[in-house]
Each structure stands twice: as C-alpha cells, then as structure tokens.
C-alpha cells in the first residue's frame, strides 16, 4: 500500500477553480495507475479520472472537458485542476494509486489517501 496525501481543496462557487495535489511521501516507486476518486454525502465513492505511468487519462463523462488530470513522475505527485465546478462536484476527493488494470475509472484502486473537501456553492 501506498501513503497518499491530498491538498488544494475549499470552497468555492459554481463556476470557479480549484486545483488538487497529491504527495507519496517517501515512496519511491511509481505506481502504474493513480487516480482521483470522489464521493459525495450518501452516494457510493466513484471514480473521477484516471493517468497512467505513460501519462494517458481518463475521465468520467461527468468531469469530461472540465477537469484535467497531470502528474509528475519525477516528484511522485498526482494533480487535478478542475473548471467550471458544479455544485453536484461537491464531494469528499480521494487521491488513488494502484499496479493493476485497467487504469480507467473503474477500477477498484486499492491505495488511498484521507481525502480532501471540495464543497461548490450556487
């Protein structure tokens, strides 16, 4: 398992920016898959968007064009700038990391961190 830790969230309105980070802390290696997952008061935790080790993402159809996934191999660190938030994006967000396949937003990633609020107001 891999020891995530997120920053960047707040709040914000709808319409704003917010940009998230994520550290390995120590961790050498490079996981193959990382990721942002989310979940929202009394909804099931769901994937947002996905990178692998080459750098291809992958996004739900819900962040498709707003949000933008990035990481840095070199210092280990996971990004997600995301656009024109919605209240509906309103959630806690996890940074994820995992070595399997396939590295898309579904995949059930088993290394996670405590998560980051990002609260979007009307």
């Known amino acids: 398992q891999v020891h995530l830790v997120e920053s960047g969230g707040g709040s914000v309105q709808a319409g704003g920016s917010l940009r998230l980070s994520c550290t390995a802390p120590?961790?050498?290696?490079?996981?193959?898959?990382m990721g942002w997952l989310r979940q929202a008061p009394g909804k099931e935790r769901e994937g947002v968007a996905t990178?692998?080790?080459?750098?291809?993402?992958k996004y739900a159809d819900s962040v498709k064009g707003r949000f933008t996934i990035s990481r840095d191999n070199a210092k280990n660190t996971l990004f997600l700038q995301m656009n024109s938030l919605k209240p509906e994006d309103t959630a806690m967000y996890y940074c994820?990391?995992?070595?399997?396949?396939?590295?898309?937003?579904?995949?059930?990633?088993?290394?996670w961190g405590q998560g980051t609020q990002v609260t979007v107001s009307s």
């Open positions: 120590g961790y050498s290696y490079r996981p193959y898959c």
């Open positions: 994820a990391a995992d070595t399997t396949l396939p590295c898309d937003t579904t995949l059930k990633f088993r290394s």
């Open positions: 990178i692998d080790l080459g750098g291809s993402p």
